[in-house]
Each structure stands twice: as structure tokens, then as C-alpha cells.
């Protein structure tokens, strides 16, 4: 942000006798100006550039040049901003970061499932989506803020599907018993070695599946459940 400073100097009739204009100078007020006002939509544009360009080359591959072209502004302009390519890398993933999924409420945890593994599988399977998850992977093992952002949006998440299924017990649909977290989790850990390993991400042929399987497990009888012929506690 830039300062003006405006210094008034009198003329030689308006000094007092005994003071040179310089003295008198020395004690004029000094006015600064407040500059121009910092634009918010110039941050909006640099952090949408920076997002866009790490999602489609990563982080190495993203250079400061490369995200003041695409913002339309000078490189000074955002080093302004973010002294530093990796805090400009921190603020991007934090708006990448702040969009979340909606959160179905449908009254049943079968239709609810259904709505919200379309969602997730819609994204993840958009070429933006599986860049996306793949960044934050990579993101997270080189810079510890950005590992804290991704845990802070994944938990969002999870509290978000949590609040499904504690719905769902409250109508007695699902056990009061049940592991909660892995319910939320198991999802997100199948698509991260998915993506991890480059392979096909399941798509929306399979969410009915998915949600036969979270909902009644894979064994044929599942109150049957045992090991070594006992009943499981």
C-alpha cells in the first residue's frame, strides 16, 4: 500500500521573526495520506488463478509469473499480498478448502446415502474433482498449514455425515452401536488409494452398491457374525 506524505513549507512573510523557513518547516504538521484502499476483488482474482493453476500443474509446476498473468495483475501485486509462493499455495487450498458438499436430509438413511455418494463420485470423477483429491494428497505431505486445512475440511465433512446417521438412529434405522467413524471414513480412504494408485474411481453405477454394502455389510447373514464359531461381542 502506498503513502503519501505532504509537507507544506510557508513563505518568507508568514515566518516569525527570529525563525528561518526551514526551522518553521521543521514544524509544520505532517499529513499522510491513506493511500488507495487495498481491492478486495484483485485478492479474489490472484487466489482463483493460484487455485486453478495448482489444480491443473501442482504445486512445483506454479509460478508466481504464471499466476499474476492469469489474474491480470503485476507480480509485485501479489507478492504485496503473499511474500511468498508458498504462502500464496496456503491461501488457494484454504478457498479450495471452503466449498463443501451439500448435506442431504432427506428423512431416510437410504435415500440420504444415495444423494450424498452421487455428490461425492459427481466431483470426483470430473477431471477437476480427481486433481483435486490427488493435490491435497500430495499438498498435504509437503506443507504441514495446508495438511491442517485439509484435516480442518475433512472433518467438516465427516461431522456433516455423522449428522446423517445419528439422524438415522434417532429413527431407529441404524444401530445405536455403530462405529461412526468408520461409517464417514471408509468412503474417503477408498478414494484416496484410488487416486493414489491411479485407478478408476467408482462412479454412479456403483452408489447403489455402496450403499447396500455400508448400510447391510457383505456377509449373508450378518447377525451370524463370529469368529472361530463364537459370536462376536
Partial sequence: M??????????????????GADAEAEEQPVRRGRGRPRDPQTDTRIIAAAASL???RGFDKMTVDDVAAEAGVGKA????????????????????????????????????????FRAVLVFVNSP?????????IAESIRDDRIAALYRASTERAEAQARRMYERAIERGEVRGDV????????????????????????????????????????????????????PLD
Fill in 2 to 19: 502506498s503513502t503519501t506524505t505532504e509537507t507544506d513549507t510557508p513563505s518568507d512573510s508568514d515566518s516569525a521573526p527570529g525563525k
Fill in 54 to 56: 495448482m489444480l491443473h
Fill in 77 to 116: 501485486t501479489v507478492y504485496r499480498r503473499w511474500p511468498s509462493k508458498d504462502d500464496l499455495a496456503v491461501a488457494a487450498m484454504e478457498q479450495l478448502y471452503s466449498t463443501e458438499m451439500p448435506e442431504p436430509d432427506t428423512g431416510s438413511i437410504v435415500t440420504d446415502l444415495t444423494a450424498s
Fill in 128 to 136: 477437476q474433482g480427481r486433481e483435486y483429491l490427488k493435490m491435497s
Fill in 179 to 230: 462405529d461412526l467413524d468408520c461409517c464417514v471414513q471408509w468412503l474417503g480412504g477408498l478414494l484416496a488409494v484410488r487416486a493414489i494408485t491411479n485407478r478408476p474411481m467408482p462412479t454412479l453405477d456403483d452408489v447403489r452398491k455402496m450403499v447396500e454394502m455400508t448400510l447391510r455389510g457383505i456377509t449373508t447373514h450378518p447377525s451370524s457374525l463370529d469368529r472361530g464359531g463364537e
